[in-house]
């Protein structure tokens, strides 16, 4: 796969954090990843996703970085990194790394500097602004983990801006200098060697210089944080983004090959997602939150998605999870096996790129972690029982037995193992014909084996009451994708051979096909 490789490409998200710790102090690294590479490339997908490794104090894990260009001690050197990348592409394997340019540590030494003084080289490198009269804030945005999006600064006398924790000034976009330093960044781990980029938030890079108010958002009922009581129309989404997609294209385009995907967050969500993979010099892709947030896995979410696209100027992304929501099995699924195996299949039988996240392979439940070992900030400031975003962000289980079911060697990890998990081990479904392992491997290999399902286009189709029906077209080539959503049997007009069953679905006639409930088929008529 060279050129335009990430179409239709399939690619798997490891949080380094939690897939493998090689030096048992209970926290994932780059060389567990590196160990771990060759079960990634026995999937079948075409790459991973890496979430941040970057230098940081780790009070977003990750994600407030202090040090772009530097590999945090806890995950290894920047040598491993660079042994990964040739291991990985030396199985076949593409490798994506998040990028966080939105904001950064308050520890990077960017903000320390900007934080000293109003006069200076980077004095305006974030965003900074007075009190109003009264002491209050400059306006009323909401930060998205929770309180005020501004936190008072007593050494220089004003108010700068955060999305997230305080923890997390946001850049000035708007200040010279700011986004040529970015595309430096970008330009180093090129250099590296990695194949593209995800963009985290990245339509929160401007913001309105005027600061004015955002709206409200009435609600029915209270949203779990006070950020979600708002339109961001002056925070987020701004037009001056389009600018900088287009200098990062442009970058980009300069070594074929390499791609940069989304992340999209924004209300309504779909028509930011199209917005910003339209034409040859915006994302090459782009994923919103529309499958990742929902509550319900009905035919409707997914009609919304693929109709939402059929005319876009673009190429979408898709996944059901990561690790920001609750997993999938549980969230969208009941922790129904059979469910699960369903969604999976329908999700790698859209169009686009698809992402999976770690664990999903194995249909790996929301874990439980009890609220005194919680680590995500937003985990807890949304507490109302449940884990957050920690539930998807315990330990991989790679065997039934040990310590820490094979992630690491000591029992001690930085969030608990769910021993709901172990016997659903990576280990444990090697091998087994029936396992929910080789369920994905099989949906995997048939998504690379038919170029129609990686690249045709997508019509809908009418079927009976909870079932998800649509064409994949391309010159000529027809696949049928049949998937029961309801929990009720069906029988679906269809002619055709099925080159995937799931759960049990057949043929009863030459021109029906009977799903069971939480069936699906792929038929080549």
């Not at 002491?135 to 929770?146: D, E, L, T, V, Y």
């Not at 936190?151 to 220089?156: F, K, L, M, V």
Request: proline share 8%; aromatic share 10%; charged share 20%.
């Amino acid at each position: 796969m060279s050129g335009e490789w990430w179409r239709g490409a399939c690619l798997y998200q490891i949080y380094p954090l939690s897939f493998r710790d090689s030096d048992g102090d209970g926290r994932g690294d780059l060389p567990g990843i590196i160990e771990k590479l060759p079960y990634v490339a026995s999937l079948g997908v075409d790459g991973v996703w890496l979430s941040p490794f970057f230098a940081s104090p780790m009070k977003d894990f990750g994600y407030d970085v202090s040090d772009y260009e530097a590999v945090d001690p806890r995950f290894g050197t920047l040598a491993d990194f660079e042994t990964l990348v040739t291991r990985a592409h030396d199985l076949g394997l593409k490798v994506i790394i998040d990028q966080v340019w939105s904001h950064t540590s308050d520890q990077h030494t960017w903000f320390v500097e900007s934080a000293a003084a109003r006069e200076g080289p980077r004095a305006d490198w974030y965003v900074w602004a007075d009190a109003r009269a009264d002491g209050a804030p400059p306006n009323n945005w909401q930060a998205s983990f929770g309180g005020p999006s501004w936190t008072w600064s007593a050494r220089r006398g004003q108010y700068y801006l955060h999305n997230f924790l305080p923890e997390q000034p946001d850049l000035n976009w708007w200040a010279p200098g700011v986004a040529e330093r970015i595309l430096d960044v970008a330009r180093f781990w090129l250099n590296l060697g990695v194949d593209g980029f995800r963009l985290d938030v990245i339509n929160y890079l401007f913001h309105d210089p005027s600061l004015a108010d955002n709206p409200p958002n009435p609600r029915a009922r209270p949203p779990l944080l006070p950020s979600r009581m708002q339109r961001h129309v002056h925070d987020r989404s701004r037009p001056e983004t389009l600018g900088f997609l287009a200098r990062l294209r442009a970058l980009m385009d300069e070594s074929p090959g390499r791609m940069t995907v989304g992340e999209v967050v924004d209300d309504p969500a779909l028509p930011r997602q199209i917005e910003y993979t339209a034409g040859s010099d915006r994302l090459h892709t782009a994923y919103s939150f529309h499958l990742l947030t929902a509550e319900r896995a009905t035919p409707e979410l997914f009609k919304k998605a693929i109709a939402a696209w059929t005319e876009a100027d673009g190429w979408p992304a898709w996944s059901l999870g990561n690790h920001d929501v609750a997993r999938f099995a549980s969230r969208l699924a009941g922790d129904d096996p059979a469910q699960t195996r369903v969604l999976m299949a329908a999700l790698l039988a859209l169009p686009g790129t698809i992402f999976l996240y770690q664990g999903e392979e194995l249909g790996l439940p929301q874990a439980e972690v009890a609220f005194e070992r919680l680590a995500d900030p937003f985990a807890i400031a949304s507490w109302t029982g449940g884990a957050g975003r920690d539930g998807a962000r315990t330990p991989m289980p790679w065997t039934a037995d040990g310590p820490s079911a094979g992630f690491s060697a000591s029992a001690e990890t930085w969030l608990p193992l769910d021993d709901r998990h172990r016997a659903l081990a990576a280990g444990v479904q090697d091998g087994d014909p029936a396992s929910m392992l080789a369920f994905t491997r099989r949906l995997v290999g048939l998504r690379k084996f038919e170029p129609v399902l990686r690249l045709g286009a997508t019509r809908l189709l009418d079927g009976p009451d909870g079932v998800l029906a649509f064409e994949r077209d391309l010159d000529g080539q027809r696949l049928v994708c049949l998937f029961e959503l309801a929990g009720g049997p069906a029988d679906v007009a269809a002619s055709g051979e099925i080159l995937f069953a799931v759960t049990g679905a057949e043929r009863v006639e030459s021109t029906v096909v009977r799903l069971p409930p939480h069936g699906g088929a792929i038929l080549r008529p």
